[in-house]
């Protein structure tokens, strides 16, 4: 038996993975990452992430437009464009190796996490 490939593995994934052309552009989105921002890759494909989501923390906004940009960030505030109110996100941001001008990046909504930690 064959390990699964890297595109199966990503689309199992609970957490939201954007793989970003050159530009910033959505290139890929795994399921997760449909269902966090609405969209199908049809509608997100070709957008930059800066049409899809917006930071509250400036500098945090700045730091994701970096296109050689790396980041790791925590329970960050974010607005969804198109969606009601902001989330927390757990956010990761990481160049591709040898691929310049491509990054992967992570979105974890700890919203619901933490909304359940409220209801116990």
Do not use: Y
């Not at 989105?29 to 509250?56: D, H, M, V, Y």
């Not at 437009?65 to 464009?81: F, M, N, T, Y």
């Not at 956010?91 to 116990?120: F, K």
């Amino acid at each position: 038996m064959s390990a699964p490939d890297a595109q199966r593995q990503i689309t199992s994934l609970p957490l939201a993975v954007l793989m970003l052309g050159p530009g910033q552009e959505v290139v890929r989105a795994n399921p997760a990452a449909e269902q966090l921002l609405g969209q199908s890759l049809r509608r997100l494909a070709g957008r930059r992430i800066g049409t899809l989501l917006r930071f509250k923390d400036e500098l945090l906004g700045r730091r994701i437009e970096d296109p050689e940009g790396q980041l790791s960030a925590r329970e960050a505030e974010v607005v969804i464009l198109g969606q009601p109110g902001s989330r927390r996100l757990d956010v990761t941001l990481a160049p591709v190796l040898e691929q310049p001008g491509w990054q992967v990046l992570t979105l974890h909504d700890i919203s619901s996490v933490e909304a359940m930690r409220e209801d116990n």
